[in-house]
């Protein structure tokens, strides 16, 4: 087992707690996380990158418990191990498209991967110089794509990643996700409500608000 979750929950200041469903995810596994607006999806993948501490449970990727880390070491560990797809790219806005994924390699103290061919494989090679404020939506999700395996996590995190993409992008996104995932060997868990990635995802659990 690459990836799992015992008995999570968590409640925001002042509000309800959340009881989360266990997961369990091999190399190469895929899930989608499904679930009604203000249901919890979002809160769950922050539990899951170590974004947030949950009042009790456990989150074991590889040998680490996540839960048990905090500060420098957590932030070193997830920078090397766990990607993360916001649903907004949130780019370093005034560098460039290589210069954001270098910095992610700084931030991680890693610098295996080669910047280039990973743009190139996405298809945004010809943009590794250009300044990412240049970039069309989908451009810089493929950029915010690259950022988030540049550092090839066994783990990556995607927070709605097509909502504001076309149908042939939204298609491009779900199969660059899966096949690079594929590749290095990942887990990959999904938060979305777009039925056009259910078409190509079957794994899923549903939060729902207790
Ligand atoms: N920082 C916070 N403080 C207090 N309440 C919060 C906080 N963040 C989220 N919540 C509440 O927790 C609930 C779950 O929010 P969350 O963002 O996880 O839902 P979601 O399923 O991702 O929703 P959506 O599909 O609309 O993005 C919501 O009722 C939200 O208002």
């Not at 974004?51 to 449970?57: A, F």
């Not at 990727?61 to 500060?71: R, V």
């Not at 743009?119 to 999700?141: F, P, R």
């Amino acid at each position: 087992m690459l990836f799992s979750t015992q008995d999570l929950k968590y409640s925001h200041p002042g509000q309800p707690q959340f009881s989360f469903s266990d997961i369990s995810l091999d190399k190469g596994d895929s899930l989608l996380v499904l679930g009604k607006s203000g249901s919890g999806k979002t809160t769950l993948l922050n539990l899951l990158g170590g974004l947030l501490k949950p009042q009790s449970g456990t989150v074991i990727l590889g040998t680490a418990d996540l839960t048990k880390m905090d500060g420098a070491k957590l932030d070193l560990f997830r920078g090397k191990n766990i990607g993360i797809v916001f649903q907004k790219p949130h780019l370093l806005a005034p560098l460039s498209v290589k210069e954001n994924l270098v910095a992610a390699q700084y931030f991680a103290k890693e610098k295996g991967q080669n910047v280039q061919s990973l743009l190139d494989e996405l298809g945004i090679g010809a943009k590794a110089n250009s300044s990412v404020k240049t970039l069309s939506e989908g451009e810089a999700q493929r950029v915010s794509i690259a950022r988030a395996l540049v550092n090839k996590p066994q783990l990556i995190l995607a927070d709605e990643p097509t909502s504001s993409l076309d149908d042939e992008n939204t298609e491009k996104v779900i199969n660059l996700l899966k096949n690079q995932a594929e590749k290095i060997g990942a887990a990959l868990i999904i938060v979305t409500h777009d039925q056009r990635v259910k078409d190509h995802i079957s794994n899923f659990i549903e939060v729902k608000a207790t």
